[in-house]
């Protein structure tokens, strides 16, 4: 084993470890309170963006989002691409809408 260091039998050079010490787990004390008390998880995004090419390389985007409508959310989209571009209200999952936007003569209609 090893003697210590000289620096390590030093008072001054221990009561600043010492202080270094203390002042890091209080800091880490207050972060860990800090995080805890202002990170919410939730699902809450309301709005996305799907953007991509079609088979044939044409681009397509498709922007949902949900809008009041007669005190109820509805789902809705923006959508461009082969099938033309326009705004619609459907419950269609967006996988299925940006099939349908891809095909030059798609009938893209609302739900109602």
């Not at 000289?6 to 995080?35: D, E, H, I, N, Y």
């Not at 923006?78 to 033309?84: E, H, L, M, R, V």
């Amino acid at each position: 084993m090893k003697p210590l260091s000289k620096s390590l039998l030093r008072p001054l050079f221990f009561l600043q470890l010492t202080v270094l010490c203390v002042s890091m787990s209080q800091g880490l004390a207050w972060a860990a309170k800090l995080s805890k008390a202002t990170m919410a998880l939730g699902n809450d995004d309301t709005e996305f963006v799907f953007a991509g090419k079609c088979p044939n390389g044409e681009p397509y985007r498709i922007f949902a989002y949900s809008q009041p409508i007669q005190g109820q959310s509805a789902s809705m989209y923006d959508y461009s691409g082969p099938a033309g571009q326009g705004t619609i209200r459907s419950s269609t999952p967006p996988r299925t809408l940006a099939v349908r936007v891809c095909r030059q003569q798609a009938e893209i209609i609302d739900d109602q």
